[in-house]
């Protein structure tokens, strides 16, 4: 399987997200990971990249193909960002997995997750959980010549 293009972790942990990426890093999933501590950074973010907004050359913005999205952080939550996510353009949507990435098994939050095009996990990310994504949407990725 190819690497991917590139990984968002959306948590108000940095050690969330330290360990993460850490862990994605020792999967060899992609070369390309950017953190954000809450749900508008990481909006805006994909609002420029979906809108070509940003400078060709640079490395810090790429086209995600996998999100991991926490749900409760300050500014803007998960659902929050997930509301204003749906409003960015359906074909850039199409090339993303969206992953809501949380501690929270309550009923109401999962129930509120199916409204979106969105998987659902428990946190911790382990080894098990990314392969399970990864074998389910991007299996059939061909490798880079």
Do not use: C, W
């Amino acid at each position: 399987m190819k690497k991917l293009t590139g990984v968002l972790l959306i948590d108000d942990d940095d050690t969330t997200n330290f360990l993460n990426q850490r862990l994605l890093d020792r999967m060899q999933v992609t070369d390309n990971i950017r953190t954000f501590v809450n749900g508008k950074q990481a909006f805006d973010y994909l609002y420029n990249v979906s809108n070509n907004n940003y400078e060709r050359t640079s490395k810090e913005y790429f086209q995600p193909e996998l999100i991991f999205l926490d749900i409760n952080m300050p500014v803007m939550d998960g659902f929050e960002m997930l509301d204003l996510y749906e409003r960015l353009g359906k074909e850039f949507r199409s090339r993303i997995i969206m992953t809501v990435l949380t501690t929270s098994t309550h009923p109401q939050d999962t129930e509120s997750a199916k409204k979106y095009v969105a998987e659902y996990i428990t946190k911790p990310l382990t080894v098990e959980k990314v392969s399970a994504l990864l074998d389910k949407y991007f299996k059939d990725k061909p490798e880079e010549a």
